[in-house]
Nanobody, 118 residues
Framework: VQLQASGGGLVQAGGSLRLACEAS????????MGWFRQAPGKEREFIAA????????VYVDSVKGRFTISRDNAKNTGSLQMNSLKPEDTAVYFC????????????WGQGTQVTVSS
């Protein structure tokens, strides 16, 4: 499975960005897609996840009410809508997927930079 993340960029505080993650490969069998981020000098942080079949979502507290994760099963694409962005949201954002039967994220995208200016 190959993951292609896109949509990062530079935005002012209070602005919005929408990240996308397209999955491709011969046998794309996604059970869950997650988004993570890593700021300079910090560890990678879980942001949100969505189950592929039922669309159940979970978020880290710091983004609840501001970020929305979604998926389009037909297009094998997941999205992360980020509103009310803050300078502390600045990081490289990664998407990842768990395939059916897996207990960990098996595949990772290359990361996309999000920079929020104050």
């Amino acid at each position: 499975v190959q993951l292609q993340a896109s949509g990062g960029g530079l935005v002012q505080a209070g602005g919005s960005l929408r990240l996308a993650c397209e999955a491709s490969g011969r046998a794309v069998n996604i059970a869950q897609m997650g988004w993570f981020r890593q700021a300079p000098g910090k560890e990678r942080e879980f942001i949100a996840a969505v189950t592929w079949s039922f669309g159940l979502t979970v978020y880290v507290d710091s983004v609840k009410g501001r970020f929305t994760i979604s998926r389009d099963n037909a297009k094998n694409t997941g999205s992360l809508q980020m509103n009310s962005l803050k300078p502390e949201d600045t990081a490289v954002y990664f998407c990842a997927v768990k395939t059916s039967g897996s207990t960990r994220y098996d595949y990772w995208g290359q990361g996309t930079q999000v920079t929020v200016s104050s």
